[in-house]
């Protein structure tokens, strides 16, 4: 009985490749910023962790990066290749792997708003914790670039923390919806 439950379904494997697609259109919205460009990345980030069971959410992440790593332009400015270990964002597409299980972990079919949007918090402290020091060594140590860690939070985090609150506030009241549709549509 567990290898039948362990066992992917068809549904799994189309909402794993769609999250991941969502997550690759997510970083063709691109406005750049600096080292690190605003995406819309990591709100499909927040919705396969709400929206998918942890395994599920952690390996839509994981596809899309390997699919970027292998040469497909997925990435933020439509970039791609192996060459991308040693780009400054790479620690957030890092980071995104960890948060979508952390918060399919944690709010995986959760109803309340304030909950939700605490894990997604979390979520964006996992982003920041994993990619702002991965973004300071790559400046400092790869490419050169002189900086300090405050100047590394100047350019990594503080321009994105009101866009990314707005966007998991967004994320936190459209899941539970979306997620109360399609399992109503299972059941039909």
Not at 141 to 154: E, I, Q
């Amino acid at each position: 009985m567990s290898k039948i439950k362990n066992k992917m379904t068809t549904q799994d494997l189309v909402q794993t490749a769609l999250m991941a697609a969502l997550i690759a259109i997510g970083a063709f919205i691109t406005i750049p910023l600096g080292p690190v460009p605003f995406t819309m990345q990591n709100f499909f980030i927040f919705m396969a962790g709400l929206l998918l069971i942890p395994k599920l959410a952690g390996l839509s992440v994981l596809i899309y990066v390997l699919i970027g790593l292998i040469g497909l332009p997925v990435f933020a400015g439509f970039t791609g290749g192996p060459q991308m270990i040693f780009a400054p964002t790479f620690g957030f597409l890092i980071s995104f792997i960890i948060a979508a299980v952390l918060i399919s972990k944690l709010a995986y079919g959760e109803k309340s708003f304030i909950k939700i949007l605490g894990v997604l918090i979390l979520a964006e402290v996992v982003f920041y914790a994993i990619g702002l020091p991965y973004m300071y060594m790559v400046l400092t140590k790869v490419n050169g670039t002189p900086m300090t860690f405050k100047s590394t939070l100047a350019v990594g985090m503080f321009p994105f923390l009101g866009p990314d609150l707005l966007k998991a506030v967004i994320a936190a009241l459209i899941a539970p919806k979306i997620l109360d549709s399609l399992n109503h549509a299972k059941v039909k």
